[in-house]
């Protein structure tokens, strides 16, 4: 396919298969160890092949079931702001993929040109160029406004573009812990929530292109600022773009995520109704959430300052954790992803004795918590579902320690990985 791609269009096309990577990995001096957090075959190591190959440029990752068919919404404003870290985003839901992608409009939009004008945008710097629009600074977060009074800019690291489709939400009712503009549209219909609950169609895209302070990175169309070091994703394939944004955020003070006013198509193979395990989702634990959680928990206990340094640190605390006795480790697991869970419940309990919410958002919530309290009771509750085919639950808990140990070497060992390969990429430029 890429061969006659190449001979058929005026691009240049590279197919990096198993071969390829090998000689790439030898050419990083990639530790054995970590040969398989970048081996192509899972989206994770597909990705990082791909960070360090483009190390020291700016990068588009679009998955395979993107059609790059671009659109915006009718009353879309250009320009770019600065958010909170309350969704933003509009929101709606279908029931089938066909309807979710007939409300589109798709006039002529350069969908690079969206990106490269939010990608790499600074706030708080003194602008060099008088004619960039500087962005309002209303909404911001309390912990940009502060960097910003404090001559400390701040820079769009990421820009993700929006969506109709396949929502690639992994289950349902962790709709019930959203905030901002998306649990506005599910608090505004019964009819809409049902759907939600249903079936995984849905558009959601910004009205105003803007940046925000809070990690959200679905990777479908997303576009990287990579000249500055951007940290590994996990070598998974379901929420690895989730565990990306949280380590860049833990580790990249400076860091802002960008959302544009303009989509792509999701056209998975997924048929539109979720599944009846997708619906008991809730219940179950996931690795990419483990990872999330304790990336959050080791990053606040670097001092250090530098994205490079707090990266080996959290890399170090992730081994240092999968090296405690097998017991602790999943005593460990246990209590941290059952007060995760039910942290993510009360805050949502809490949000729901304020006026406006809905009977059966609140009846949803008190389905939901007599759910995990029941699975809470059971011991593998908290091993991540990817480790429930080992031979039982002590075996999982010992795969599990061996991923977080390898994630957590491939994390410290990154911030060489990157910058090796960005010199040899420079290098192999200069002399072509």
């Not at 490269?116 to 004619?131: M, N």
């Not at 599910?186 to 940046?211: D, G, K, Q």
């Not at 000249?227 to 003070?253: C, K």
């Not at 010992?398 to 977080?404: H, K, P, S, T």
């Amino acid at each position: 396919m890429v061969t006659r791609a190449t001979k058929h269009s005026k691009m240049a096309f590279i197919y990096i298969g198993a071969a390829k990577a090998a000689r790439l990995r030898r050419a990083w001096r990639v530790p054995r160890a970590l040969a398989s957090s970048l081996t192509p075959g899972s989206a994770g190591a597909n990705r990082n092949l791909l960070l360090l190959l483009t190390a020291g440029r700016q990068v588009l990752f679009v998955d395979d079931d993107i059609v790059l068919e671009p659109w915006e919404l009718p009353d879309r404003r250009h320009g770019w702001t600065v958010a909170g870290h309350d969704e933003r985003r509009e929101f709606r839901f279908f029931p089938t993929r066909r309807a979710a992608l007939a409300l589109v409009t798709r006039p002529p939009i350069d969908l690079l040109g969206a990106h490269e004008e939010l990608l790499g945008r600074q706030v708080g710097a003194v602008p060099t160029d008088a004619a960039l629009d500087l962005p309002d600074l209303n909404d911001a977060c309390a912990h940009l406004k502060a960097r910003v009074a404090q001559g400390r800019p701040m820079t769009v690291r990421v820009t993700c573009a929006g969506m109709a489709g396949d929502a690639g939400r992994p289950a349902p009712d962790r709709l019930l812990f959203s905030r901002g503009s998306l649990r506005e549209r599910l608090w505004s219909s019964a009819r809409e929530f049902r759907t939600a609950m249903t079936s995984r169609e849905e558009r959601r895209v910004a009205v105003a292109s803007y940046a925000t302070h809070a990690a959200n990175t679905p990777a479908g169309c997303l576009a990287l600022e990579n000249r500055r070091l951007a940290p590994p994703f996990p070598p998974i394939s379901r929420n690895e773009d989730g565990v990306f944004g949280a380590l860049l955020a833990a580790t990249d003070a400076a860091a802002l995520f960008g959302h544009l006013a303009v989509g792509v198509l999701h056209d998975s193979a997924r048929r539109s109704p979720y599944t009846e395990a997708e619906r008991r989702g809730v219940t179950q634990v996931r690795v990419a959430e483990l990872l999330i959680v304790l990336i959050r928990r080791l990053a606040r206990t670097s001092a250090r300052q530098s994205p490079a340094a707090r990266l080996r640190d959290v890399g170090a605390g992730l081994q240092d954790v999968a090296g405690w006795k097998p017991l602790e480790f999943k005593a460990f697991v246990a209590g941290v992803m059952r007060t995760a869970r039910f942290q993510q419940i009360d805050a949502a309990e809490r949000d729901a004795l304020t006026q406006g919410c809905p009977q059966y958002w609140r009846d949803a919530l008190a389905d939901c918590r007599r759910r995990v309290a029941a699975a809470a009771d059971s011991p593998w509750f908290a091993l991540p579902i990817e480790f429930h085919d080992r031979a039982g639950i002590d075996a999982g808990y010992r795969a599990l320690a061996g991923f977080v140990r390898r994630f957590g070497a491939l994390v410290e060992a990154w911030p060489a990985l990157w910058t090796r390969a960005r010199r040899l990429r420079t290098i192999a430029a200069s002399t072509a």
